[in-house]
C-alpha cells in the first residue's frame, strides 16, 4: 500500500494498493495553491481509505518535470512524511505516470510555462504493460513541439497528473523488480540567476 | 487537530522548521530550553552571485530539508513520537523557499498524527532571546535586522500583541552591507568582510548620510530605514576617488559606511525605546553578529538606560529553533493549532503571530 503525491501539474494525493486498486485520490487543478491545499488532500486520503499510515509500504513521489515551485512543495511532502512515517520514498517520473496504460507510440507534453513544454517519448508498453520512455523528459519550446515528434507518435497533451497512475506505476515498477527513478527533482532548468558584470557606474 | 495540548511540567517538545531565507533551519525545544538547533546554509552557493538567489536558496531547501530533521533529532536525544507538536515559519520571506517548509511541514504533522503552528518568522526572532533566559519583560522594543529585514517592533506580549514601528523601505540593512562590499571588490556576504576591512579604519573620515533622519522624514518615517541612499553615496565617493587618480581608503570607507548604518539603527531604536517609555531593547538578526552593532548597542543603551538583551549568535541568524520556541509559547498560552490550509505569505505582516 502507497501514499503517492504529485505537484507537478496542480496537486494530486492518492492512497493505492496493487490488489485493491486506488483507495482513495483526491486533487486539485490549481497550479499555484500548491502548499495551500497539499496538507488537506493527504488528510483526506487518510481519511478515505480508512488506512492506517503504519500499513503503508512507501511514499510515492513525483518527480516532474513540472514549474519549480510547486513541483518542489509535493517532493518535500513526501520526503517528510515518509520521514514521520519511518517509510521508503519511491520516486517516479511524473510523465511516466501520464503513459501508464497507453498504448502504441506517443509523446507526452506538459506545461513548462514560458510558452514552453516538458516533453518525453514512449515506445509501445512492454510485455509487464509498463511504459517504455524513449526520450526525454526534456523542454522544448511550445511552436517547436510538433516538429520534435518522432514519426509515428501521437501527442498527448496532458493537464493533470493523477497521483493514483503514479502510484499504481510504482506498485506495478515493484512487482516486476523494475528500478524507480532517481531521487532528485526533474528541474530541467537552471536557476534564473545572472552573474552580474560587477557594480555600475552611479555617477556619469 | 483542534484539541488543546495536554501540557507537560517543563514545557512542550516542539519541532521547528524554518526555511524563509537561505538557511534550512531544524530546532528542538522543550518549553524554553534549547536542545537542538541545526542550520544549513545555502549560502556558499549564492556567494558568485552576490546575493540570495530565491530558486537557488529552495532548491537547496528540499535537498537540506531530511538531512537537518535527522540530525536535529539525535542533537536533541528525542524520538519524532515524542513530540508534542510541530511549528513551522510561513512567512514573511522568499515564497518559493518558504513553501518547501509548509509542504514539509504539513505532510510531517500528519505523518506524526502532530498539531502544527504556522508561525511568523519576524516574530520567531524576538521568541529566541526566550532560550535559556531569563524571562523577557513586556513591553520590550526588538530591532531586527538582516539580509533580509530591517525592522523596529514593539512587543507588548510575544504570542498576542506585536505592532510594526518601521522596517526598511528600500534595501535590507544586511543587502546594504553586501552592496557596498561589491562596490569595494569584497566577497559575498558583505557583513563579516566590511568589519575585517574596517579595521584600523576612522569611522569619522567620511561623513555618509543616515537615511530618513533629517527633521522632514522623521514626521513621516520616525522609525522606518532607508539605505539605499547611503549605498549611492558610498559609489559616488569610490568613483570621485578613483577618477582622480587617488587610491580608495578602504578602511576609512568602510569604517564610515558601517558608521552610518550603525548609526542609523540605534539611534531610531533608542528613539523607539525613550518616546514609547520602554526601558528595554532587544536585538535579532544575522546582522547582530556584527561587533559594531553590539558595540554602539551597549554603548547608547546604557546611557539612556535602556537593558539590552542579544541572544546568543547562533540563534540570531535565521534558525528553526527560534520557530519552536515561539511555537512553544503559543502552546504554552493556550493557542489552538494551525488549520491546514494556510499558504506561505512572503508579505505576512507581524501582527499575524500565528496564521490559522
Ligand atoms: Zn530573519
Known amino acids: 500500500m502507497l501514499l503517492a503525491i504529485d505537484t507537478s501539474a496542480g496537486t494530486s494525493v492518492a492512497v493505492v494498493d496493487r490488489e485493491a486498486g486506488i483507495l482513495a485520490e483526491h486533487s486539485s487543478d490549481d497550479t499555484r495553491r500548491h502548499a495551500e491545499v497539499i496538507g488537506e488532500l493527504i488528510a483526506a486520503c487518510l481519511a478515505d481509505s480508512g488506512i492506517e499510515i503504519a500499513d503503508l509500504s512507501g511514499v510515492v513521489s513525483g518527480m516532474g518535470p513540472g514549474p519549480f515551485t510547486g513541483l518542489r512543495v509535493g517532493i518535500a511532502a513526501a520526503r517528510a512524511f515518509a520521514f514521520g512515517a519511518g517509510k521508503l520514498v519511491v520516486p517516479i517520473a511524473s510523465h511516466d505516470a501520464i503513459a501508464f496504460g497507453e498504448p502504441g507510440l506517443f509523446v507526452v507534453a506538459t506545461d513548462a510555462r514560458r510558452s514552453e513544454l516538458y516533453w518525453s517519448a514512449y515506445g509501445p508498453p512492454d510485455a509487464a504493460g509498463l511504459p517504455t520512455r524513449t526520450a526525454g523528459p526534456s523542454l522544448v519550446k511550445a511552436v517547436d513541439l510538433e516538429s520534435a515528434v518522432p514519426a509515428g507518435h501521437r501527442v498527448i497533451r496532458a493537464s493533470t497528473v493523477s497521483a493514483a497512475s503514479l502510484g499504481l506505476l510504482a506498485e506495478a515498477l515493484y512487482a516486476n523488480g523494475r528500478p524507480f527513478a532517481a531521487d532528485e527533482p526533474l528541474y530541467l532548468r537552471s536557476p534564473d540567476v545572472t552573474l552580474s558584470a560587477g557594480p555600475k557606474r552611479v555617477t556619469s | ?356
Open chain 2, 1 to 356: 487537530m483542534s484539541e488543546p495540548l495536554a501540557l507537560p511540567a517543563d514545557g512542550p517538545l516542539v519541532l521547528g522548521i524554518e526555511t524563509s531565507c537561505d538557511e534550512t533551519g531544524i530546532g528542538i525545544v522543550r518549553g524554553t530550553t534549547l536542545l537542538a538547533n541545526v542550520i544549513a546554509s545555502s549560502m556558499e552557493e549564492h556567494a558568485r552571485y552576490g546575493g540570495v538567489v530565491p530558486e537557488v536558496a529552495a532548491r537547496a531547501h528540499l535537498e537540506a530539508l531530511v538531512p537537518a530533521l535527522t540530525e536535529a533529532l539525535v542533537e536533541a536525544g528525542v524520538t519524532l513520537e515524542e513530540l508534542d507538536a510541530i511549528a513551522v515559519t510561513s512567512g514573511p520571506g522568499l515564497s518559493g523557499a518558504l513553501m518547501v517548509g509548509v509542504g514539509a511541514a504539513k505532510a510531517l504533522a500528519l505523518s506524526l498524527g502532530k498539531p502544527l503552528y504556522a508561525v511568523n518568522h519576524l516574530v520567531g526572532h524576538v521568541g529566541a532571546d526566550l532560550m535559556d533566559h531569563e524571562p523577557l519583560d513586556y513591553p520590550t522594543i526588538a530591532l531586527l535586522v538582516s539580509g533580509g529585514h530591517t525592522s523596529l517592533l514593539h512587543v507588548r506580549d510575544l504570542v498576542s500583541d506585536v505592532e510594526l514601528l518601521g522596517e526598511t523601505i528600500d534595501d535590507a540593512a544586511g543587502e546594504a552591507f553586501d552592496k557596498v562590499a561589491r562596490l569595494l571588490g569584497l566577497p559575498y556576504p558583505g557583513g563579516p568582510e566590511i568589519d575585517r576591512a574596517a579595521v584600523g579604519g576612522d569611522p569619522r573620515a567620511i561623513r555618509f548620510p543616515r537615511g530618513l533622519s533629517q527633521q522632514k522624514d522623521m514626521e513621516k518615517h520616525r522609525y522606518d530605514f532607508s539605505f539605499s541612499g547611503l549605498k549611492t553615496a558610498v559609489a559616488r565617493w569610490v568613483e570621485r576617488e578613483r577618477d582622480e587618480g587617488r587610491e580608495v581608503a578602504i578602511a576609512d570607507v568602510a569604517a564610515s559606511f558601517r558608521e552610518a548604518v550603525v548609526d542609523v539603527l540605534l539611534t531610531k531604536a533608542v528613539a523607539a525605546c525613550v518616546d514609547l517609555g520602554v526601558p528595554r531593547l532587544l536585538l535579532g538578526g544575522g546582522v547582530v553578529a556584527n561587533a559594531r552593532v553590539r558595540e554602539l548597542a551597549a554603548e547608547r543603551c546604557a546611557a539612556a538606560g535602556i537593558l539590552l538583551r542579544i541572544p546568543p549568535l547562533s540563534l540570531c541568524t535565521d534558525n528553526g529553533a527560534m520557530i519552536a520556541a515561539l511555537g512553544s509559547q503559543l502552546i504554552m498560552a493556550g493557542h489552538a493549532p494551525s488549520g491546514l490550509d494556510f499558504g506561505a505569505d512572503s508579505t505576512l505582516p507581524v501582527t499575524a503571530i500565528q496564521q490559522f
